[in-house]
């Protein structure tokens, strides 16, 4: 060959090569991000070696959650997150971006158009929406709004649906993950609580004698098998993700797991080391719980890392609501999530405070934390952001969650600390325990209102200077407490939110306020 072409066939070879290298280069910048999302179930704020508090605690000690650490050392920390303090009010409010007032989805749901709410002696409860989310407006009892996985597989994720939903009631379109925007599904249904960990007892509820309707779907594989249902769920959620990854589509992984809901079940890959320790059966078994569902989060980070996405990948890590800790558990009840007290189902800070770490890679300062205020509602418009998905409208007109993308800058969000949050639980949850019972409740920095339509009374809080709400101080700042209660009975009268019922008289139970211009 001669030499003058066989260089001039180099040369053009190199500059292919080198084209091809460069739109690579180009493609990768502009690639929409993955996306995890792993959110716990019934994890309290204490629940974790990673101290959420001021300085680590007698708590954190007593659990091994290295990846969580892990995750920490790598991304921010916020260190006042808020849920929901039931269930399924999260899950809606994070598929939707709407605060469960405006949602109505208040209390948790199971079967088509019956409500979970306890009998209660004195009030009655609205007819809330039992029937969760829909993506159709025609479903009665439910609220109409277009949930997050179906704006990201707008924009081309694929999207995948890992653990509980616990969206929509039996027999409803919610009640399946595929119906609001899932393409994948591992698991997940109507109920909000697996029949069995076990897989020696194929996730299902007849061990207990329970209904089946707890039963968890679609994992026949590990029927009969020692397989923890945490870790069967981890197994199916990373081949999930190795498909996305084959077939070249950005991945939006939504990891729900059921740890750790109760039924609490042995995890022989963890327990008799807690038993070591001296914990007793129940708090051995929770402790291991925590402890598989920390191991999942590393079995994804390593699968992430596996396919070389790391540094494309975010991992946003949530708690749905406060730890259990009015029953269930052993030890003194309401103590488990101390300093903050209570716990699930309570307004209180240990029903609705929850662990909380974000990474989004070569943006996230390692080893941060952040102090402002994030609620659930936030999610949604935060990972719509983060996905680059623009000009989102909800149905409605609305959306309540307000994006946290800057403070994962690193950068201080004007008007975060002084922004009012809400929460509204106009329903009987069961148990009775501090900040428990039919409430609304209204933050606004440092101050923090609770009114209860059982008594009708107020609590204020100093959470600043009181994280423990040890402290009513209602009647030493009165003024604050009318403020505060207007703002919270206008913005429940701008959402039409529900009220619980007054058995003897029939009429709505609402949030009184002073008088304006009354100033005695």
């Known amino acids: ?65 290295p990846n969580m650490e892990r995750l ?13 303090s039931i269930c399924s009010p999260t899950r809606v409010s994070l598929m939707t971006g709407l605060n469960a007032a405006r949602h109505r989805v208040t209390n948790w749901t199971l079967r088509k158009n ?13 007819e809330w929406n039992v029937n969760g989310l829909s993506p159709q ?24 649906h890992a653990g509980k939903a616990h969206f929509g009631a039996i027999g409803t379109p919610g009640a399946d993950p595929g119906n609001v925007g899932f393409d994948v599904n591992i698991g997940g249904h109507a109920a909000g609580g697996p029949g069995s960990f076990l897989g020696t007892q194929n996730f299902s509820a007849v061990w207990r004698n329970g209904d089946r309707v707890w039963d968890v779907p679609g994992l026949e594989k590990y029927h009969g098998k020692d397989t923890f249902l945490t870790e069967a769920l981890t197994i199916e959620a990373n081949h999930a993700m190795d498909i996305a990854v084959n077939d ?25 080391k807690y038993r070591d320790t001296g914990l007793d059966h129940t708090e051995a078994m929770y402790s291991a719980m925590v402890e598989g569902m920390d191991k999942s989060l590393g079995d994804i980070l390593d699968n992430i890392r596996r396919h070389g996405l790391s540094n494309n990948t975010i991992v946003l890590f949530m708690s ?26 309570s307004a209180h800070e240990g029903g609705v405070r929850v662990p909380m770490i974000v990474h989004w890679p070569g943006v996230t300062k390692p080893g941060s934390t952040c102090s402002q205020p994030v609620i659930i509602e936030d999610f949604f418009s935060t990972i719509l952001e983060l ?58 920095g440092p101050w923090k209102l609770i009114y209860y339509y059982e008594s009708q009374r107020f609590e204020l809080f100093n959470i600043a200077r009181d994280v423990s709400e040890q402290h009513d101080v209602a009647s030493d700042y009165p003024d604050m407490q009318d403020a505060l209660a207007s703002e919270l009975r206008s913005y429940l009268q701008q959402v039409q939110a529900q009220f619980p019922i007054d058995r003897k008289s029939g009429l709505p139970v609402v949030i009184p306020t002073k008088p304006e211009g009354d100033d005695e």
């Open 320 to 345: 749905d609501n406060g730890g259990l800790s009015a029953s269930g558990r052993s030890g003194r009840p309401h103590t488990h999530n101390k300093p903050l007290s209570s716990g699930k189902g």
């Open 72 to 84: 920490a050392r790598n991304g921010m920390k916020f260190t006042q997150a808020y849920a929901c």
């Open 387 to 444: 996905a680059g998905v623009e000009d989102v409208q909800q149905v409605g007109g609305v959306v309540d969650g307000r994006s946290f993308a800057r403070l994962l800058r690193g950068e201080y969000d004007e008007g975060r600390d002084d922004r009012p949050l809400f929460w509204h639980f106009p329903n009987n949850w069961g148990p009775k325990g501090p900040g428990i019972g039919p409430s609304s409740t209204i933050r606004r």
């Open 137 to 160: 407006p025609e479903v009665e009892r439910t609220v109409h709004a277009k949930a997050l996985p179906a704006f990201l597989r707008g924009a081309g994720y694929r999207t995948i």
């Open 248 to 272: 070249g589509k950005p991945f939006f992984l939504y990891m729900s797991h059921y740890a750790v809901h109760v039924p609490f079940a042995k995890d022989s890959r963890f327990y008799q």
């Open 1 to 65: 060959m001669n030499l003058n072409i066989a260089v001039s066939i180099y040369l053009t070879v190199v500059a292919c090569l080198l084209s091809i290298a460069t739109t690579l280069a180009e493609e990768a910048t502009t690639r929409r991000p993955n996306i995890v999302l792993f959110l716990v179930d019934d994890m309290g704020w204490q629940d974790t070696s990673v101290p959420f508090h001021t300085s680590v605690t007698a708590r954190n000690r007593s659990y091994r959650t």
């Open 114 to 126: 019956a409500s979970n709410d306890h009998r209660h002696p004195t009030l009655t409860f609205p």
